[in-house]
C-alpha cells in the first residue's frame, strides 16, 4: 500500500496550487524586492533565460526571500553602503552550486520528488496542468509558455501526514527508534554576537534548517530561523551587525523593534563607521513603520505588502515605497523566534503535526532539564518514509520470488 501511494504522480500534489511569482536573475534586488511584497509570498521564483531547450530557453534557477537580502546585506563588502547593495543583480545572492531548485515533470512519482528533496532540493517546479485545450497559459513571464506551481517540503510531508495510515505502524514509532534524530545542529551561545553565525545562517537558509540559541550549560533558549528572517524587514541586517543572539530574538519578536533597541543598534553602527546602514534605518521606520515604545508579545508585523502605495520618482527611498502595492498582497504575521520542542519519546506523528502546525521545518529534541540533544528535520522525516517504502518494496519482491520458486516446485 505505501509503496504503491508513493508511486502517485506529483500532479496530485499541485491540485489548487497557485501560480509561482517571479522575478528576472538579472533584476535587481530592489526590483525583486518589489516583486515579492507586490506578490503577497515569503518567496518569488528567479528565473534565466538563454540556450536552447524548452520554455524558450528559460529555467528557474532559484528564489528569492527578504532573508537572502537581510544576509547579503550582512557581508562585510555590503554593509558600508547598503543602498549599492541593493542595485545589485538578483544573481549575486543566489547559492553557488547548490541546486535548490529543480524542474520535473506533473507525471514524476512522489517518490522521485522525494529522492529530489533528500539531494537537496528544496522547491520542485512543476508545470500547471491545462485541462481546457482552448485555453492557451501565458504566466506572467510572458517568456515561459507554461503556468508553473512549485512543491515545498513541507507540502509534501503535509501530503503524507493525511494518509499516513498506509505508513502504519511506523508513524507511531519513536524518534529515537527511528534514528531520525540528527545531532549534526548549529548553535550559537546566547550572549555571541548575532554576525558570529552569519555562516551558519546561510548554511541554515540552504538546508531549510535553523540555528539554536543556548546558554553555558547547553540549554535551549531560542532559535534564529531563515522562515523568521523571511518575515522581518532590511533592518534587520543591521540588528545581526550589532547585537547579541539574544538581543536579536527579541528584535525580530516584536512588531517593529522597540525605541531603545533600536537606538542601540544605530549607536552601535555609528561606533562602526556604519553610517549608511543607520540612514537605511532612519529612512525605513521614517515611511514605513513607526517604532515600539514598549515590547508586546501578541504584537506582529508585516512582511507582505503595506495596502497604501508610495510614489517615490528617484533616489535612495526605493525600498520603502516597495513596501506599497496597488495588488492589494496578504500580510504576513511576524514569526517568533520561540523554539519548538519534543523529545527522544516524541512519535514521529506527532512530531509532524507539530512541524505544520507551528510552519517550522526544524524541531529541537530538548532533554527534561532542556539540554539540547538534536534535531528532527523535514528531510530527516522524509528519509524514514523513503527507506521504508523501499524496505516493503524489497520485502515485496522477495515474497512473490518465494511464491514463485513453490509454483515451480
Not at 549575486?92 to 547548490?98: H, T, V, Y
Not at 496597488?326 to 514521529?348: E, T, W
Request: aromatic fraction near 6%; hydrophobic fraction near 40%; charged fraction near 20%.
Amino acid at each position: 500500500m505505501a509503496v504503491k501511494f508513493l508511486n502517485e504522480e506529483v500532479s496530485e500534489l499541485c491540485l489548487g496550487k497557485p501560480k509561482v511569482a517571479w522575478v528576472a536573475a538579472t533584476a535587481t534586488i530592489s526590483d525583486a524586492l518589489t516583486a515579492l511584497r507586490k506578490s503577497g509570498d515569503t518567496h518569488i521564483s528567479v528565473w534565466a533565460c538563454g540556450g536552447g531547450g524548452g520554455n524558450g530557453g528559460c529555467a528557474c534557477v532559484g528564489k528569492f526571500c527578504m532573508a537572502d537580502v537581510i544576509l547579503f546585506l550582512c557581508r562585510e563588502e555590503n554593509s558600508p553602503d547598503p543602498f549599492k547593495a541593493f542595485e545589485s543583480p538578483v544573481s549575486d545572492i543566489l547559492p553557488k552550486g547548490s541546486a535548490i531548485v529543480r524542474h520535473i515533470d506533473s507525471n514524476y512519482s512522489l517518490v522521485e520528488a522525494i529522492d529530489y528533496i533528500l539531494d537537496g532540493t528544496q522547491n520542485l517546479v512543476i508545470p500547471i496542468q491545462n485541462h481546457n485545450p482552448r485555453k492557451k497559459f501565458l504566466n506572467n513571464a510572458r517568456h515561459v509558455s507554461h503556468e508553473y506551481c512549485w512543491l515545498t517540503q513541507e507540502n509534501v510531508i503535509r501530503f503524507l501526514l493525511n494518509s499516513v495510515g498506509v505508513f502504519s505502524p511506523i508513524p507511531t514509532f519513536t524518534i529515537e527508534s527511528l534514528n531520525v534524530i540528527d545531532n549534526d545542529i548549529m548553535t550559537i551561545l546566547y550572549s555571541k554576537p548575532a554576525i558570529s553565525a552569519l555562516a551558519h545562517l546561510n548554511r541554515a537558509l540552504t538546508e531549510q534548517t535553523s540555528v539554536a540559541i543556548v546558554d553555558e550549560h547547553n540549554r535551549l533558549i531560542g532559535e534564529i530561523s531563515p522562515l523568521t528572517l523571511a518575515c522581518c524587514d532590511e533592518t534587520a541586517a543591521a540588528a545581526i551587525k550589532t547585537l547579541s543572539a539574544v538581543d536579536l530574538m527579541t528584535y525580530m519578536d516584536c512588531g517593529g523593534p522597540q525605541e531603545d533597541l533600536a537606538q542601540l543598534v544605530k549607536t552601535r553602527l555609528e561606533e562602526r563607521n556604519l553610517g549608511a546602514m543607520v540612514e537605511m534605518m532612519d529612512e525605513f521606520f521614517q515611511f514605513s513603520m513607526p517604532l515600539n515604545s514598549s515590547a508586546s508579545s501578541s504584537s506582529s508585523c508585516s512582511c507582505s505588502s503595506d495596502d497604501e502605495s508610495v510614489s517615490v520618482s528617484s533616489g535612495r527611498n526605493w525600498w520603502w515605497s516597495s513596501r506599497g502595492s496597488s495588488s492589494g498582497g496578504r500580510h504576513f504575521p511576524a514569526r517568533r523566534s520561540k523554539a519548538i520542542v519534543c523529545n527522544r519519546g516524541s512519535s514521529l506523528v506527532a512530531v509532524m503535526v507539530q512541524a505544520l502546525a507551528h510552519r517550522v521545518t526544524c524541531v529541537w529534541v530538548v532533554e527534561k532539564d532542556g539540554t539540547l540533544v538534536g534535531a528532527v528535520t523535514f528531510a530527516g522525516i522524509l528519509n524514514v518514509f523513503r527507506s521504508a517504502t523501499a524496505e516493503r518494496h524489497h520485502n515485496n519482491n522477495n515474497n512473490n520470488n518465494n511464491n514463485n520458486n513453490r509454483t515451480r516446485d
